[in-house]
């Protein structure tokens, strides 16, 4: 059964420096999404991207963050200029046009010193 | 503005008893309602789903939920826990028209005791 993949599962950075976390999302899907979730709090919503561009985008989802979808497969969210609040766990998600639910990947877990 | 209600941050039951783990929501419009499991240190596996049509929804792994609109509730449910089904179970909205992000509520942990 295909599967929401994303790299790297653990990832430990300094304040300040930039991450680009990767996903790949499942091959016929069309909507992707970042979610995070800190630890012992609720997933959030960060950001939603169809058609090659940002659907919709939370609060969250300020000036240090983007995503790109560089190539058919892949879609990826960099932090600029990473903060110690960042850290969280970071799941990609995606869904056809059709279907509704939005199946998760496992998540990158982001550690920010 | 849609959010989710999850008001038992833990639930406790006996392996063989039926649970249930709660959930109430607010949305404008109709929702669209999700159950997901999360195991320790793994993603958030989809469990099932409401869209439209008979409120009792039948999911993965024998779980069901029922969609009460006047309530605004939809409880997760099995008849028979299992020590495997000891895990963080979060409920999730959004509405049918508009954005189309997930509202997660804050999770249920739910331990079946043996």
């Known amino acids: 059964e295909p599967e929401v993949t994303q790299t790297p599962s653990h990832q430990v950075t300094q304040m300040g420096q930039e991450v680009i976390l990767r996903c790949v999302p499942i091959?016929?899907?069309?909507?992707f999404y970042w979610y995070r979730q800190i630890l012992g709090q609720k997933v959030e919503f960060l950001v939603s991207?169809?058609?090659?561009?940002?659907?919709?985008k939370s609060e969250i989802f300020d000036d240090q963050f983007s995503v790109e979808r560089p190539d058919g497969s892949n879609f990826t969210l960099k932090i600029r200029s990473t903060k110690l609040e960042d850290s969280a766990m970071y799941f990609c998600a995606s869904r056809t046009r059709v279907e509704e639910t939005q199946y998760f990947g496992p998540g990158t877990r982001l550690l920010v010193l | 503005a849609q959010s989710v209600a999850q008001p038992e941050d833990q639930v406790n039951v006996a392996e063989g008893n039926p649970l249930t783990v709660k959930c109430t929501y607010s949305?404008?419009?109709?929702?669209?309602l999700f159950w997901y499991v999360q195991y320790p240190n793994r993603g958030l596996q989809f469990l099932l789903k409401y869209i439209t049509g008979d409120n009792l929804v039948k999911g993965s792994y024998g779980f069901e939920a029922e969609f009460n609109k006047s309530q605004t509730s939809f409880h997760l449910k099995k008849p028979t826990a299992l020590v495997s089904d000891s895990a963080l179970y979060f409920c999730a909205v959004r509405a049918k028209t508009g954005a189309n992000n997930l509202f997660f509520g804050t999770g249920t942990r739910l331990t079946v005791i043996p």
């Open positions: 091959s016929n899907h069309l909507y």
């Open positions: 991207f169809y058609n090659n561009e940002i659907s919709e």
């Open positions: 949305v404008s419009g109709n929702p669209y």
